[in-house]
């Protein structure tokens, strides 16, 4: 969660409630996975192409293939970071490849919690971080990981069919590897390391 650190790269506020917005639209992912009462696999047969059509896309921004220039640029470039611009792969890329590990990997209630927890609490910890941001530690915002912790508490309370202390455990572990992971990208080490450990805390 870039938007969280004190550094160079930050797009504007406005861009960044562009950018947030269209973050917290994932949550349709996490809503309809337990709606749908579909199970792994078939979830899988959703997340697996969005993931490949997104490698397409960012592919052909890397490479400034036509299809980036002559269209999808108009629309996605102002929402990039400059990291991104730069040569990463964008923060789509990364939650749409953690939605396809977790879904495969966890529990229905745990997927759905830990999809949750990196898409509510990102955009609390970016945005309580960009406008309420001034105690900073290891270059990040102290206010933007306390938005975050109540964004993962809320989804650990609103998550049906999942204990409360499992979710409780996992608001926690997700609010503390958002706060310390810096060489991962947060959309992966944010529900890859709270599902794995809820999902231990289950079995004990």
């Known amino acids: 969660m870039p938007s969280n650190r004190?550094?160079?790269?930050?797009?504007?506020?406005?861009?960044?409630?562009?950018?947030?917005?269209?973050?917290?639209?994932?949550?349709?992912?996490?809503a309809f996975y337990y709606l749908s009462g579909f199970d792994k696999f078939e979830m899988s047969l959703?997340?697996?192409?969005?993931?490949v059509l997104m490698v397409?896309?960012?592919?052909?921004?890397?490479?400034?293939?036509?299809?980036?220039?002559?269209?999808?640029?108009?629309f996605l470039s102002p929402l990039i970071r400059s990291h991104e611009h730069a040569g990463d792969w964008t923060g789509a890329f990364y939650i749409l490849g953690s939605m396809c590990v977790s879904i495969a990997l966890f529990e229905k209630p745990i997927a759905v919690a830990a999809?949750?927890?990196i898409i509510v609490g990102d955009v609390l910890a970016a945005l309580i971080g960009r406008?309420?941001?001034?105690?900073f530690f290891r270059g990040k915002t102290v206010e933007g990981s306390l938005g975050c912790l109540l964004g993962t508490l809320i989804v650990a309370l609103l998550?049906?069919?999942?204990p409360l202390?499992?979710?409780l455990i996992g608001a926690v572990?997700?609010?503390?590897?958002?706060?310390?992971?810096?060489?991962i990208d947060d959309n992966v080490s944010v529900p890859l390391v709270s599902g794995l450990v809820m999902s231990l805390f289950q079995l004990l």
Do not use: Y
């Open 6 to 30: 004190r550094n160079g790269e930050q797009i504007s506020f406005v861009h960044e409630l562009w950018r947030k917005g269209t973050h917290m639209g994932a949550l349709a992912v996490p």
């Open 46 to 51: 959703v997340m697996v192409p969005a993931f």
């Open 56 to 74: 397409f896309i960012d592919i052909a921004r890397l490479r400034d293939w036509w299809f980036w220039r002559g269209f999808a640029k108009r």
């Open 115 to 117: 999809l949750s927890f």
């Open 131 to 135: 406008k309420f941001g001034r105690h």
């Open 159 to 162: 998550v049906p069919d999942l």
């Open 165 to 167: 202390w499992t979710g």
């Open 173 to 183: 572990v997700a609010t503390v590897t958002e706060a310390v992971s810096f060489e």
